[in-house]
DNA sequence: TCTATTTTTTCGAGCCTCGAAAAAATACTG
DNA sequence: CAGTATTTTTTCGAGGCTCGAAAAAATAGA
């Protein structure tokens, strides 16, 4: 139910919008932030000054800028790095990472571990995430004080609350409340995220003129992922974490997809699926449960070189993709398209085939408009948007101390 | 870019707020309105004392109301009906009709029309809805100065600003800006709208219990079209209006759709899909232009009477909607669907295929949850549609006669 | 050293919302 | 029927926030 505006809310978040605005411009002087938020000098300069003795902002001592112009030198400011710090943990198939980030963005600590988890039990994968997160919290040259939030980003399916995982690939083991089970155990806030949903917020980070408010990330690995951004917010399901876009149909009845169903664009595009077709197994044949980079580059190799089974598994994937892609679009209309993971090196056996279903298509209209981008290494990504994800709720609860998520639009689903 | 809250945005985002809750609950006391909004009962007392000076509430004569309870009575507030009134056009296939809506939400006046849209030129086209707009404004029993907006709704693509038809089935033209004209033509505020979002709009005042945050509304006519809502705001594409649910690809290079590509839903579903495949011709045959509502309620009446080729054209309808609506569903998650439109008369026929094509995919985890309303008279809802959506306008521009629309998230998609 | 220029801070004015108290309007009670 | 209890609505002063104008600060050029 929407919800008035009351007078405190004001000060508040016309705070959020200083922060938020200085930790996307970098160093803006206070002129710069009136001017993007509209808001009048002497409000930028009031709360701007708040923030400074609150030690949320800092100056940036003249020295370090050359001002060439007349007139008193604007005076940068910047997010002082020691206001906080957050925890990014990513888990994917057998890979655990955990880092530690300033409030500035930067990364201070890091720490990756192999594990086997498709045959670890529910409590050996829970030992695990807590182990590690534990071992960067009790570290001595951490001020445990200043972890303001934890993120985990899973391959899977979240819940649209960011408390849980429901269902993963990576593990047999369903529906662990991780955010809930760290919270209880460090008393640090936490939340739980999909991974593709993760790159999406990271690219737009990395690069907003391309990434701004309406795109596409897809993930191109053993599955098939997506991280969507619309009108500038993350699109998440009503239930869950939603935008399975591996598991939108592409051929009723058709191959075998991990999830047990038949079909799926996965089914034709995961890299099992590829390997599948590559080795002219039947379409029937049980997806295995994971094929090495090296094997993939392999197949790549071999596409490239001669016209075999191994070209025709690609295009069959980019037939999947393209018009997965088109009935998509016919949803959203067309967008900016990042193509993610090891496979997203093999972009060039994928497109033209691609290209080709998406022209058949009614997102299709505009075929050739529609650029890709690729990006082969999906874990800096994912970690990226972990930990700029959960700057940002930390951006939104140091500078508010009070009642706050009031429903209504406050809290929205910002990339 | 988001921008801060100025202190004079307080007040007028309040006043919206009064507003909006009174269309919604009717005849809200002051202190109901000070329960959903949040707002103090001062504060409340005095936004409301200034919406009745300006005429855009009245208080309900005690008379009217029982009070039972001890203490001063409520008094109930209620729009003024006129404050203001809308125009609602809706131009469908063959078809053109205008209401006068009063700004409590009560149609004065109608008007409707047949014509031969599919034949009719450019200018024709335009200059019939300009010309039923004229005689409705020109109508002496209405007092002009109080229309304070048109909203015409069209089925096919319209733009995402709400100004033109991009691309109609009802015509060969494309790319008209009716608002643009109407706005020019009248001097009144005007916005062009998709049919299937106006029926979401529709349903969600109808009924807010049912279609609340997240719901889909489908249109099963001669063409398949949608509305969605979701996490109450009304979904658009980037560019276009979008949601276009019938032109998922269910079977690549399948049956021949009336839009000239191959495989979408519609070229199953679609009332010309039915009637072709009932007939058992090619699913290459150039698809009919029009099959009459009594025509395809033979065909309904045929196939529950004998398992023949109707049956099977519409269990194939069934088909293509379910995979289509499980596509969906992996995107945005189960949610609640209305039927809309002459053929949702015959779901009955189509429900058994939908359910069990839905449940062979990733939608289908809820298969049995997933509720089906269906409502044959799409008209109404239409229409109905338009007229909220104008009101809605108006609330908010009625309230707000300073800078408004200051970016940012500012003027939402609310439904 | 003085002046022009640009940025930042200061200060009073004007709104807005809030809480508390008062006023208004009714039902119960004896 | 007058008095009391109860509920709704209005009134009023306090506190906070943003704004514009003016002042102060800080620099480059003359």
């Not at 849980?164 to 369903?174: D, G, H, V, Y």
């Not at 053993?222 to 939108?248: A, P």
């Not at 209209?365 to 981008?373: A, E, K, L, T, V």
Request: aromatic share 4%.
């Amino acid at each position: 139910m929407s919800v008035g505006i009351r007078h405190d809310d004001l000060r508040r978040r016309n705070r959020a919008m200083v922060i938020s605005a200085v930790r996307r411009a970098g160093q803006p002087s206070r002129t710069e932030i009136a001017a993007t938020t509209g808001l009048s000098h002497s409000t930028i300069s009031a709360i701007s000054s708040d923030l400074i003795q609150e030690g949320i902002l800092t100056e940036i001592k003249a020295s370090e800028t050359v001002s060439m112009k007349r007139g008193r030198p604007q005076v940068g400011l910047s997010l002082n790095p020691e206001a906080a710090a957050v925890l990014a943990v990513v888990l994917s198939l057998n890979f655990l990472s955990v880092a530690v980030i300033d409030y500035a963005g930067q990364v201070v600590a890091e720490e990756q571990r192999r594990l086997d988890t498709l045959t670890m039990s529910r409590d050996e994968l829970i030992g695990e995430c807590v182990a590690i997160v534990r071992r960067r919290v009790e570290d001595p040259d951490l001020d445990v004080q200043s972890v303001a939030r934890i993120a985990l980003a899973i391959q899977g399916i979240t819940d649209s609350h960011a408390r849980a995982m429901l269902w993963s690939p990576i593990t047999p083991q369903t529906n662990i409340a991780f955010a809930d089970i760290l919270e209880r155990e460090f008393g640090i806030p936490a939340i739980m995220e999909n991974d593709c949903n993760m790159m999406a917020v990271a690219l737009r980070w990395r690069d907003p003129n391309r990434y701004r408010d309406d795109f596409i990330a897809v993930l191109l690995s053993h599955g098939i992922g997506m991280g969507l951004v619309l009108k500038g917010e993350l699109f998440t399901g009503t239930h869950s974490s939603g935008g399975e876009f591996g598991h939108m149909i592409h051929r009723p009845g058709g191959a075998l997809c991990r999830c047990g169903r038949r079909g799926c664009v996965e089914a034709y595009a995961g890299n099992y699926a590829i390997w599948r077709n590559a080795r002219q197994l039947s379409e029937n044949a049980e997806p295995v449960a994971d094929v090495s980079d090296a094997e993939m580059r392999a197949l790549a190799a071999r596409a490239r070189q001669t016209d075999g089974p191994e070209r025709e598994a690609y295009r069959k994937a980019g037939e999947a993709l393209g018009f997965g892609l088109g009935s998509l679009f016919a949803l959203i209309d067309p967008a900016p398209v990042a193509m993610v993971g090891a496979s997203a090196a093999a972009f060039d056996l994928i497109e033209p085939a691609l290209r080709e279903a998406i022209a058949q298509t009614a997102g299709g209209q505009h075929s050739g408009s529609i650029s890709f981008d690729t990006e082969p290494n999906e874990l800096p990504l994912i970690r990226e948007g972990c930990a700029m994800r959960a700057l940002s709720f930390v951006d939104q609860e140091i500078f508010a101390p009070g009642i706050q998520a009031r429903a209504g639009s406050v809290g929205r689903n910002v990339a």
